[in-house]
């Protein structure tokens, strides 16, 4: 049986949010200096590459790795890095571009870990935002569109390494008879 998906949110909807987004934040960083975005791979690499593209004022760009789903759709809870910055977040100021805010744990991981650079503000930017499944107490700065609780995949975003090309974002029933893959 495949996967089963619908359309959620089409190339438009998502090209003008996605502007939107990048405008507000060109506008609240552009006079200060030292901006990191730090990337959180690989969910989020299309809708950083479209963010940074609105901006209009010299910036870095890093990203991170964190172990996360692999087949499932549930999160575990145990985040751990696989890939660090490589450009110190020390004394900068730092935009987490992220694709999904779920549960919050990620997050919430990653914010304890960057914090620990001593950078001068840390804010998120999130595409979507699942608050009604959150877990811990985080409000993302910036966010795209808030979405139910359904598995989403596209513009980045994937279920098993599938369907990251996808230009609009889908919901996605998986093939219940697809084996679980553990990362
Ligand atoms: P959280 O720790 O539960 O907030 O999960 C965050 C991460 O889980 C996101 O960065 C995504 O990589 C992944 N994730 C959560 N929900 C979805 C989804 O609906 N589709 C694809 N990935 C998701």
Do not use: W
């Not at 990048?22 to 590459?49: E, H, M, P, T």
């Not at 996360?68 to 575990?76: C, D, K, L, R």
């Not at 980045?156 to 008879?177: F, Q, S, W």
């Amino acid at each position: 049986m495949p996967d089963q998906l619908r359309l959620l949110l089409g190339e438009d909807v998502i090209a003008q949010r996605v502007a939107e987004l990048g405008q507000k934040i060109a506008r609240d960083y552009r006079s200060s200096s030292q901006v990191l975005f730090v990337g959180v791979l690989n969910g989020a690499f299309i809708f950083l590459a479209d963010i940074v593209r609105q901006l209009d004022f010299p910036h870095a760009i890093d990203f991170l790795r964190v172990a996360s789903y692999g087949a499932s759709t549930e999160t575990t809870g145990a985040v751990q890095i696989r890939k660090d910055l490589e450009i110190s977040a020390s004394d900068r100021h730092l935009v987490i571009i992220e694709d999904i805010v779920d549960t919050g744990l990620t997050l919430s991981f990653l914010l304890g870990h960057l914090a620990g650079s001593r950078p001068r503000s840390i804010e998120v930017c999130t595409l979507l935002d699942k608050p009604s499944r959150r877990q811990v107490d985080l409000v993302p700065k910036y966010v795209g569109f808030t979405i139910p609780n359904e598995f989403v995949v596209g513009y980045g975003m994937d279920y098993n390494e599938k369907y990251r090309h996808l230009a609009g974002i889908h919901v996605c029933v998986p093939d219940p008879t697809e084996g679980i893959r553990v990362p």
